[in-house]
């Protein structure tokens, strides 16, 4: 199994197990004199046993991550070779850049409370340079993106 099928798993399994705790949780009120599908125990027993198989899963693909190597080419055609673990992790790197830049807004002068003084707040970047930061980020970010979907539908568990 390759590790993008086993991942294309681990997403249909858990929208199945949330599926079955709503079922599951609507036992505990239904219609005096009527008989749910399957008992409380029965869930419990076909959701544990998703939750376990989630668990291997997500255990293999983390195996197969850090043994199974990928080449990540940037847009200046220099390029690392790194494990599909690290790649993820430089990914969730830069996501938290590219984040910590939205919320890098400029604030318009204003007048202290009880003075008549204009405060006027510095900017360490233009939002040009902001701009160029964002877009040098995603780039980079897409590179990471490619080398481990490639990885995911070439290595296995």
Aim: proline share 3%; net charge neutral; aromatic share 8%.
């Amino acid at each position: 199994m390759k590790i993008g099928e086993a991942l294309q798993e681990v997403k249909e399994l858990s929208s199945k197990l949330s599926r079955l705790q709503t079922l599951q949780a609507s036992l505990f009120s239904f219609v005096e004199g009527t008989q749910p599908s399957k008992t409380f125990e029965e869930y419990e027993k076909e959701i544990n046993s998703i939750h376990d198989r989630i668990i291997d899963l997500k255990l293999k693909i983390q195996e197969a991550n850090l043994r199974s190597k990928v080449t990540v080419t940037f847009d200046d055609n220099s390029s690392i070779e790194c494990s599909i673990a690290r790649a993820i992790l430089e990914v969730s790197k830069l996501r938290s850049k590219l984040y910590q830049l939205s919320l890098m807004v400029p604030q318009n002068p204003t007048y202290t409370y009880g003075k008549e003084q204009l405060v006027t707040y510095f900017q360490p970047i233009t939002q040009l340079e902001k701009e160029e930061m964002i877009t040098k980020l995603e780039r980079k970010k897409r590179s990471y993106d490619l080398a481990i979907q490639g990885g995911n539908w070439t290595y296995s568990l």
